[in-house]
């Protein structure tokens, strides 16, 4: 099973639609967690932290189970520059605390 | 502040050649790393430096060696390429503690003959 696991997709919306991503981490001693926004063919960018309460920045919302080990992110009313790919971070996994594990990202494709 | 910055951006080697993949900047980030990206393999890490003069191996360091002799830059070098190293490479700096925002370059496309 691998560390860090998310559905590739694409995700393909509509504009104004509502999107859902999971992804799920194998390691129950995990300390942080994040997402990522991948552009295509260029470098990820930090979108948002994930905190055991969930937080909210605009239109996004993160939240995490640590029951169920999977960490989420929803967009609200998609926008067309919203089409990325949007990559799960753990922090914490096999191996030591402060080792970063990528998943392989979540293709969302927002359409008119 | 031009940010993380990458040389080159593009490379093509043929099987056994060496180079220097270069990565500075100008954030004062003590830590430093270098990944690989792959189809549908993710982000995986390379090598990493926590401060000037120090460096440690990531996840794939097999076949790159890397040296941090300035705060700023940090290179990534391949001794003798194998097809198996094409790939994206990317840079990235933060300050202490992984948990911390990572900053990543703008990636140099590899491609080995």
């Known amino acids: 099973r691998k560390e860090v696991e998310q559905d590739p997709g694409p995700f393909n919306v509509p504009e104004g639609a509502t999107v859902a991503f999971n992804c799920t981490y194998s390691?129950?001693?995990?300390?942080?967690f994040f997402w990522y926004r991948q552009d295509c063919r260029k470098e990820p960018k930090l979108l948002m932290s994930v905190y055991s309460s969930g937080n909210e920045d605009g239109r996004f919302t993160a939240q995490l189970n640590r029951a169920s080990q999977y960490i989420s992110l929803l967009i609200r009313d998609s926008k067309l520059s919203d089409s990325a790919t949007y990559l799960c971070v753990v922090i914490g996994g096999t191996g030591g605390g402060n080792k970063l594990t990528f998943g392989t990202g979540t293709q969302l494709k927002v359409e008119l | 502040n031009a940010g993380v910055t990458q040389t080159p951006k593009f490379r093509v080697l043929k099987t056994g050649q060496s180079m220097t993949l270069l990565c500075a900047q100008d954030m004062n980030h003590e830590y430093m790393y270098w990944y690989r990206q792959d189809p549908g393999m993710g982000l995986r890490l390379i090598h990493y430096s926590v401060g000037e003069g120090t460096t440690a191996k990531g996840e794939v360091p097999d076949g790159y060696n890397v040296s941090r002799l300035k705060k700023q830059n940090f290179l990534l070098g391949l001794e003798s390429a194998a097809p198996s190293q094409t790939s994206v490479y990317f840079c990235?700096?933060?300050?202490?503690?992984?948990?911390?925002?990572?900053?990543f370059g703008p990636g140099t496309r590899l491609t080995v003959l």
């Open positions: 990235a700096s933060s300050y202490p503690k992984a948990w911390n925002e990572q900053f």
């Open positions: 390691n129950s001693a995990s300390q942080s």
